[in-house]
């Protein structure tokens, strides 16, 4: 899918018509043009509305100026604008997907289906247009009253490529509409039994099914089983508590709108994974715009909101989520990391100690509480409420293993080694191949002086997991430097170096190889190049008297390099 989504990225060759002269002043078009532009490709797109806005009204007649106007107003929600703007580009330049998109959007919300299908045709561009279409036809066709008809849109050549575990779920949905029950769950586990782990849509969708069909014991197995490997989702752990009671399982999505908002919201979901982050923004306020009480896109508009810095428009967002809402749980959860980021600490603190309460068998609110604690390096307390997460657990799943990880850290920063080490065995015990807790461990011990053979082995499988990450390279070559392998550390070093660059430690740590081999003027260049890269105190110090005397332990080696 992502590989899809990549190529649906690329921008089309500008259409520039002028209507006057460009003016490059404080005032003019062009200024006004670039500092818009710059201001939506950084995420500030309520100034970018602004400033792109003066442009449009100095150079009505500028074609991109009108694009980017457009996806500025989508992305800050400002829709009655953003309509107008969008007939007036398309009547300019026909074909541009999102104004025609949002324009085929209006007529679907005010039930004009003739001018929705007729919109349809101009819609089926390359890229996201040959994603959205398929979908968006489908339901037109059930808004129609013509659930068949929807199938066989969702069934034909374009359907049958685009996203195969989100085609399942809007098959599934069809077919309930049809009656056609068993028929659903037989589309639903395909997509299951294809791998381990799959997108909690699906997860919600099959597990409606199997309650549909009298078999909620399935559907727990179900949830069950994914928690597994996502222990912290927060759509799957409401589905176990509803699961644990006697309340029925919704489906996902119950009107053709509330489908279109969900296709919208699954394809922002995967624009942002791809860091295609103002685009999927865009998308999920496309979704808010077909289906304006749409939960879940108001969740993805506020996470990206944040993600943007943007988040006091995230916590705007989040206050329009209802308190009965499948995404007021995950909701409260992104208001606490926000306020946290606000500086408001105690109080994004204080909102997660409540949720820990109200959800006594959710262990999300405590790991995230120590996540952001961790963050601040507020070790101790952070501490705590992973342990306090840990004995909430009903059984240990493999997808723990993050959980014992960060408990690891905070363990080994406040210094009571022995217990960080049995919980880092404990994470490798759940994912033995997870090279973050190979290199936190296997590092550790060379720093201690321990096991440097079990670490230098533990590492070489790390850097083959990941063989392009610097801080885990880094660590091999430095468990070759304390083995006196000096040549080889040299040749982990030098590549670390290149793929981290700015890591005063890992700079640190290639200057020592080089002084060992001999290469003392290299050695004193990159020591004082670790002084430019901003250097804990105690390491600045520790290279100065390096620069100053050398590693003096180690005077054998020639020095015919020395200035």
């Not at 990450?469 to 550390?489: E, M, N, P």
């Amino acid at each position: 899918m992502l590989l899809v989504l990549a190529a649906c990225g690329a921008r089309p060759a500008s259409d520039v018509r002028m209507g006057e002269p460009l003016v490059v002043n404080g005032s003019g078009v062009a200024a006004n043009w670039l500092a818009g532009y710059h201001a939506l490709e950084a995420g500030d797109y309520r100034r970018a509305a602004e400033l792109l806005r003066r442009a449009a009204e100095l150079a009505p007649g500028h074609i991109e100026v009108l694009v980017r106007l457009l996806q500025a107003e989508i992305a800050s929600g400002r829709f009655e604008q953003a309509v107008a703007d969008a007939r007036r580009l398309a009547e300019a330049a026909p074909g541009r997907f999102e104004a025609e998109l949002l324009l085929l959007l209006d007529s679907f919300r005010q039930g004009d289906l003739a001018g929705t299908r007729a919109r349809l045709e101009r819609l089926n561009a390359p890229g996201l247009g040959r994603v959205v279409v398929p979908f968006v036809a489908a339901w037109i066709e059930a808004a129609a009253g013509d659930p068949k008809g929807a199938l066989k849109r969702l069934d034909g050549p374009e359907g049958a490529r685009a996203l195969p575990e989100v085609r399942a779920v809007h098959s599934a949905a069809l077919l309930l509409t049809l009656g056609q029950m068993e028929q659903a769950a037989r589309v639903l586990e395909a997509p299951l039994a294809r791998r381990d782990r799959v997108a909690p849509s699906l997860v919600w969708m099959a597990a409606h099914v199997a309650d549909r069909r009298g078999r909620r014991e399935k559907a727990r197995a179900l949830v069950a089983a994914q928690q597994a490997h996502r222990p912290s989702e927060p759509v799957l752990e409401w589905l176990a508590e509803r699961l644990a009671g006697e309340e029925p399982i919704p489906p996902p999505f119950a009107s053709p709108a509330e489908a279109i908002a969900d296709v919208l919201v699954r394809l922002a979901e995967a624009l942002d994974l791809s860091r295609a982050r103002i685009r999927a923004l865009r998308l999920a306020r496309l979704a808010l715009f077909v289906d304006p009480a749409h939960d879940e896109a108001r969740y993805r508009v506020a996470a990206i909101a944040a993600a943007l810095d943007d988040r006091e428009g995230a916590l705007e967002v989040l206050d329009r989520i209802g308190p009965d809402s499948p995404f007021a749980f995950p909701g409260a959860l992104l208001r606490a990391r926000v306020l946290v980021e606000l500086g408001r600490e105690e109080e994004g603190y204080a909102l997660l100690e409540r949720l820990a309460r109200e959800h006594p068998e959710a262990i999300t609110p405590l790991v995230t509480l120590g996540d952001l604690l961790r963050r601040r390096e507020a070790w101790d307390r952070a501490r705590r409420a992973y342990e306090r997460a840990i004995a909430r657990l009903p059984r240990v799943e493999p997808g723990h293993w993050r959980l014992f990880y960060a408990l690891g850290i905070t363990l080994e920063r406040t210094g009571r080694w022995e217990e960080a080490e049995r919980a880092f065995r404990r994470a490798l015990e759940l994912a033995p191949d997870q090279p973050l807790v190979l290199n936190y461990l296997a590092y550790s011990w060379v720093e201690r002086g321990e096991r440097l053979e079990e670490a230098r082995k533990m590492l070489e499988r790390a850097v083959e997991l990941a063989p392009r990450d610097g801080f885990i390279v880094d660590s091999l070559g430095w468990a070759y430097y304390r083995l006196g392998d000096y040549a080889r550390a040299v040749s982990y070093l030098e590549r670390a170096v290149e793929l981290e660059p700015g890591d005063p430690v890992i700079n640190d740590h290639l200057g020592d190889a080089y002084w060992r081999v001999g290469r003392r003027r290299e050695a004193r260049f990159q020591w004082r190049r670790v002084l430019g890269l901003d250097p804990e105190p105690e390491l600045a110090a520790r290279v100065r008297e390096k620069l100053a005397r050398g590693l003096e332990d180690d005077l054998t080696l020639a020095d015919d390099s020395s200035p």
